[in-house]
């Protein structure tokens, strides 16, 4: 009880208030020991920030969950990952999940609930300052593991109870602000994807008043030249020859945010060097939604090479824009067509250079092609600055609530007891008082 802090407040080690810190175990026979139905058993990708997660949720027969009986879960648990990627990663045990038995990935803290409230132990355990600590070799801690005796010795703020849970239900309707905040956000998000698409389909679909002059095409008849990127097996340097990867295929753009580089011979960057106005095309992935996601290679590109989960789509100049072919092969009708073409049961979904130059093509004369071209940039430039709005809103929903959580535990989120105390010219015992006494 060593640090100081907010007038009425006391420090301890979370030893010192909790009955049980501890982690839970494998059951018998491993994945092969999950059942259908039974006892759940709770793993790190059930424990969110935002809450308990069902997904992926995962049962144990009686016989497997009584081997595990000493890590039950019981009402008013705090869940905490301590290994992996989602190290402290915390929530509250909904009470759905009493009886629950934990793995050895997730530790539970149960707290003693007369001396400190479970929301506010979790809303602690999720604060800036405690997930820095976690995240920093400084503190002795490694991404791999979190052990028992760090959790235990943890020190942590101890206000009031009655501070305690002032401080919890002010976070709470702040928290729930944020998600209504972002709720309005994604369906901002969802608006402006519908209009990216009735946008394209009212400028990339034939007009009937031009007089017959759009030609349905196969994308084939449209190419010089097709070809699939490298596959030389080789380690991403450092330096060499940039090669795009199927992440840098972003929305009918080349994003060079994750640019990758590898040592190829001078022949495949020969055969493989990009120009302005090719159309990169995700080939083959697991995820139907990249499937058929194109982007135009712009002057930035020429040189590049690209992976071989991509090809290349190389126009004839004569007769073709690349950014009207690409808003063309990014409608919801060319879209449909791609994922049914790559559909695989296998899980590899894929589609071929002749599937590629089968897939058919409304064209207008070339004019005609870039005045489309210009009213979409035009569109989707005022659709750009809308969405970044939107992701601005959606980076201050992910800020708020750390800087909620950092101010709630300096005693500046809400009126200590002590200052409530004063006001109302009353007297009250601080924390440390109480502990002293055993009374606490």
Known sequence: MSETGPLGWAYAPLTKITSKIGSGATPRGGSDAYAKAGVPLIRSQNVHFDGFNDEGLVYLDAEQAEALKSVAVRAGDVLLNITGASIGRVCLAPPRMVGARVNQHVAIVRPAHERIDPAFLTAYLRSPAVQQRIHSEEYGVTRQALTKAWISDL???????????RIVEKIEAFLERVQNVRERVQAAR????????????????PDANEGGSWHRMALGDLLSDIRYGTAVKCEY???GTPVLRIPNVQSGVVDQSDLKFAALAHSEVERLALRRGDILMVRSNGSLGLVGRTAVVTDRENGFTF????????????????QFVQAALATRESRELIETIARSTSGVNNINSEEIKSLPISLPPLPEQRRVVEQFS????????????????????????QSVLAKAFIGQLVPTEAELARR??????????????GRY
Do not use: F, H, W
Request: glycine share 2%; hydrophobic share 45%; with cysteine.
């Open 237 to 239: 340097e450092r330096r």
């Open 190 to 205: 969802r608006v402006i994807a519908l209009l990216r698409q009735s946008i394209l389909c009212v400028l990339c679909l």
């Open 155 to 165: 020190q942590t703020p101890i206000p009031p109870l009655a501070e305690q849970r």
């Open 378 to 401: 035009a569109l989707e430039q005022a659709a750009a600055a809308v969405e970044q709005r939107i992701k601005a809103a959606m980076n201050r929903t992910v800020m708020v609530p």
């Open 307 to 322: 992976a071989g989960y991509l090809v290349r789509l190389r126009l004839r100049n004569d007769l073709a824009d690349p």
């Open 424 to 437: 109302e010219g009353r007297s009250y015992e601080p924390t440390s008082v109480l502990l002293e006494r």
